[in-house]
């Protein structure tokens, strides 16, 4: 192997393109909990084990879904941590959220509009 950064990002992208969504998605909502229940018990390092998983499942998501850029991510965390309390980030959040546009923002504006309409 001579570079290992290329060999695994190539990997990640191959298994990306040879698996539906569906696919992927079970396999990871698998991991994550069947895997996490059997590994946080098996010692040290057993968290270390299902975080490289999860880790793994992250790259070859950022390959099949190539659209999702950061400023998706950072919304979303901000999003997150603007509604359960947590650490402040070293920006203005609300200043990020409001000037954002993007496909996330409008799903949440959508059916935020939908549940106002069921509460009325």
């Not at 996490?36 to 975080?51: A, C, F, I, M």
């Not at 790259?59 to 965390?77: A, M, V, W």
Request: glycine letters at 4%; charged letters at 30%; proline letters at 2%.
């Amino acid at each position: 192997m001579n570079n290992i950064e290329k060999e695994y990002d190539e990997w990640c992208e191959v298994i990306a393109n040879s698996r539906d969504a569906e696919d992927l998605i079970a396999h990871f909502r698998q991991h994550v909990s069947d895997h996490y229940e059997r590994h946080q018990w098996e010692g040290d390092d057993s968290v270390k084990v299902w975080l490289v998983g999860v880790l793994n499942f992250m790259h070859i998501f950022e390959k099949k879904f190539p659209g999702i850029k950061t400023d998706d991510l950072l919304y979303k965390l901000c999003r997150h941590y603007k509604h359960a309390g947590g650490p402040h980030a070293s920006f203005d959040v609300d200043e990020f959220v409001l000037n954002y546009k993007g496909d996330i923002k409008e799903f949440y504006e959508k059916n935020r509009t939908k549940s106002i309409a069921l509460i009325k």
